[in-house]
């Protein structure tokens, strides 16, 4: 994993929020007041974010008192309370917005993958993002993923080799692609998998026929035409099935015997969830 500072991406997030000052509590709340607010559920689903708001408070104002009653991963419905926060009525208003932002979208995203982890439940298949995420938010999505259940995919292009449609095309074919990919690896003494993606059996064929990978994605297949790519493979590689794959279909691609399905949606189609953070 490409090296990711959490109170890096903290400072950064409090300096585009606060600027040069949080001017409306600076304004009209005495830099003695003290006071409590407790963050609610107005909705349902799996709430992650926690122990990423216990960094944002304590990196906005260490003396700031957090009482949790619910941790990441907690199917939570509406009514429920998470935690409340005690000190500084300026730093909490400081706090507010970023911790809300980062906790509603990231509990949406844990919501939303473990709907798609229960939907294969008892298949044997796995739930994988992609790096269809949001700049600069990407390890913190990614990190919603896996309270959600999901398997992370790669991080980024350095993590992985992996050759899509327009790599294999760009290159002049499945097998340049794949040849080309196993020469840089070792020239330039990575330790990294290659995965292909193919759009037909034709292309998987060909795949079968070099080898030299570690894992094939199906691009698009019907659950019947990765039925048939799955038995071709017979488990010599690994087996991803990805291309619009929703709710409602997943589980008839995860019984093909497929080993991943990436789902984009997780980090894109996602609707946050309602959470608030009200004085006491």
Same mark, same amino acid.
């Given at each position: 994993?490409?090296?990711?500072?959490?109170?890096?991406?903290?400072?950064?997030? *409090? *300096?585009?929020?606060?600027?040069?000052?949080?001017?409306?509590?600076?304004?009209?709340?005495?830099?003695?007041?003290?006071?409590?607010?407790?963050?609610?559920?107005?909705?349902?689903?799996?709430?992650?974010?926690?122990?990423?708001?216990?960094? #944002?408070?304590?990196?906005?104002?260490?003396?700031?008192?957090?009482?949790?009653?619910?941790?990441?991963?907690?199917?939570?419905?509406?009514?429920? =309370?998470?935690?409340?926060?005690?000190?500084?009525?300026?730093?909490?208003?400081?706090?507010?917005?970023?911790?809300?932002?980062?906790?509603?979208?990231?509990?949406?995203?844990?919501?939303?993958?473990?709907?798609?982890?229960?939907?294969?439940?008892?298949?044997?298949?796995? #739930?994988?993002?992609?790096?269809?995420?949001?700049?600069?938010?990407?390890?913190?999505?990614?990190?919603?993923?896996?309270?959600?259940?999901?398997?992370?995919?790669?991080?980024?292009?350095?993590?992985?080799?992996?050759?899509?449609?327009?790599?294999?095309?760009?290159?002049?074919?499945?097998?340049?692609?794949?040849?080309?990919?196993?020469?840089?690896?070792?020239?330039?003494?990575?330790?990294?998998?290659?995965?292909?993606?193919?759009?037909?059996?034709?292309? *998987?064929?060909?795949?079968?026929?070099?080898?030299?990978?570690?894992?094939?994605?199906?691009?698009?297949?019907?659950?019947? *035409?990765?039925?048939?790519?799955?038995?071709?493979?017979?488990?010599?590689?690994?087996?991803?099935?990805?291309?619009?794959?929703?709710?409602?279909?997943?589980?008839?691609?995860?019984?093909?015997?497929?080993?991943?399905?990436? =789902?984009?949606?997780?980090?894109?189609?996602?609707?946050?969830?309602?959470?608030?953070?009200?004085?006491?």
């Amino acid at each position: 994993m490409f090296p990711f500072s959490l109170d890096k991406f903290i400072e950064d997030i *409090l *300096l585009e929020d606060i600027g040069t000052g949080d001017h409306s509590a600076l304004s009209c709340i005495p830099a003695t007041a003290m006071g409590k607010a407790r963050l609610l559920v107005k909705d349902t689903g799996i709430l992650a974010g926690v122990e990423l708001a216990q960094h #944002i408070f304590a990196k906005v104002d260490p003396n700031l008192q957090i009482t949790l009653f619910l941790n990441d991963g907690t199917a939570v419905k509406h009514g429920d =309370v998470v935690l409340t926060v005690e000190g500084s009525e300026q730093s909490i208003l400081q706090a507010e917005r970023i911790v809300l932002n980062c906790m509603q979208r990231m509990s949406a995203i844990a919501t939303l993958t473990h709907q798609f982890v229960q939907a294969i439940a008892g298949t044997g298949a796995r #739930i994988l993002d992609t790096r269809k995420t949001t700049p600069g938010f990407r390890h913190i999505e990614k990190w919603a993923v896996r309270i959600g259940g999901g398997t992370n995919h790669r991080f980024g292009l350095y993590d992985m080799i992996m050759i899509k449609d327009n790599h294999h095309d760009f290159c002049g074919g499945v097998t340049k692609a794949i040849e080309r990919a196993n020469a840089y690896i070792a020239e330039k003494k990575l330790n990294i998998k290659i995965e292909i993606e193919v759009r037909n059996l034709a292309e *998987l064929q060909e795949v079968l026929n070099i080898g030299k990978v570690d894992r094939i994605m199906f691009d698009n297949f019907t659950p019947q *035409l990765m039925l048939q790519a799955v038995a071709m493979v017979g488990g010599r590689f690994e087996t991803e099935a990805s291309g619009g794959i929703t709710l409602d279909t997943v589980r008839s691609y995860a019984e093909t015997g497929v080993d991943f399905v990436s =789902v984009g949606a997780l980090t894109h189609s996602y609707k946050s969830m309602d959470l608030s953070l009200k004085a006491m």
